[in-house]
Each structure stands twice: as structure tokens, then as C-alpha cells.
């Protein structure tokens, strides 16, 4: 449309035409904001917690490792990795309250540095009920990382169903973790 066409539109017109626009370009703000475009992928910046209803926005990455120096630090989940528990220790380096994580997808705490592999193969390991251990990059709900090996087992009912997963962290070695690293990072290339 060109511009003189444009003013001769009546104003009413010219009122839905605004109000178009401005809705549009929140809906389009909005979706920014709750989706991260990363390295071609898109992944959900906001989850929703299952048992509070609350919506949980997570942060922008933050480049700053925080060391995991070691302790206990446990999750278990349900069958589809909601969080059923979560520890003092992984509230405390995650950032997190027991009202958040409760009831949250583990996802809420994915770096978006992780390759979708790496998951793709713990899921497919762990459903078949076998241990999975590997190294994991954690994002905290201020945007710092943490890297830490998770160990994950399944837990079985009396007719050996699983019933959900439990998960164990160890500190990284820095040396593998410096090879495991540059491995993540060619695989988060290649997707
Ligand atoms: C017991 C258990 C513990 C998990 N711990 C983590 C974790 O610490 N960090 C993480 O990113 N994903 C963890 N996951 C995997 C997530 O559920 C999810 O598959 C992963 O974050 C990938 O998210 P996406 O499917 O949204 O890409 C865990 C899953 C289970 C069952």
C-alpha cells in the first residue's frame, strides 16, 4: 500500500491497521521471549511447573562456570522426568526452591550447550533400564553453568515396571572433561 493511499484510509481503518501491528509485534516479542534460538535449534525458555501450575521463564546463558566441589547431590523423577525430589545440595547449585523443582520437567535446568544426542542416548538407555552415567553441563536459574557426571538408575515396582529414575552427580574429571567438552561442541555443530 502506498503512503497516500494510506492516509486517505478512513480512521477507523487506520486505528485496526495500528492495533494489527502492535499486536503482532508483541505476539512476536512474546515468542521471542519464551523460545531460545540456539545454533538452529529451539528450545523452550520457559517450563511449566505440574503441581503449582507456576510457568518458570529460564535465564539467557551466562558464561561463568560455577566448580561443583562435590557432596550429595540427588534428583529422582517420575517415568517422564518430572522431579519428585530434589536434594538440598542440587536446590542450593541450582538455584532453585524445592516449590519450583517439585513437580518440574528436569529439562528446567538443560544448558543449551548440551548436544540433543547426549540426551537422545541416556533416555534410550535408562528406559530400557539399564545405568547411565555421563557428563552433564547444568545451567543454574541465574544463567551459570556447572558441570557435573550424572548417574542415573531407574527404579522398578514388585512386577519390575519402571517406576521413575534417580539421579546421582559426581565432580568431573577436568581433564576428560576438557576432551568431553570439545566432543559436545562438534556434535552441537553437526546438528
Ligand atoms: C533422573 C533424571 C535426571 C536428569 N538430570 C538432568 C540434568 O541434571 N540436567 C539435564 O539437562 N537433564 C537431565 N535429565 C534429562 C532431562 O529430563 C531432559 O531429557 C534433558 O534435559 C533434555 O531436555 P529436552 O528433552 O527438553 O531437550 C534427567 C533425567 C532424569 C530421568
Redesign the pocket.
Known sequence: MKLVEFVWLPINIKLLLLLLTIFLFHTFQYYQYRVYKFGGIT??RTTKNTITGQEITKPNPVNEEVLFNGGVMI???DKN?IITYANRKFREMTGYTKEELVGS???I???PD?P?AA?KE??EI?RSGEYWEGY????RSDGKYYW?I?S?KAKFNENNKIT????G?KVPNREELAKIEAQYKAMKAAE
Not at 136 to 139: A, E, G, R, T
Not at 164 to 167: E, F, L, P, S, V
Open positions: 528450545m523452550h534428583t529422582e523423577t522426568s520437567p528436569h529439562n535446568n538443560r544448558h548440551m540433543k540426551f541416556m533416555w535408562i552433564v553441563k547444568n545451567m557435573v550424572v542415573i521413575g529414575y534417580i539421579a552427580r
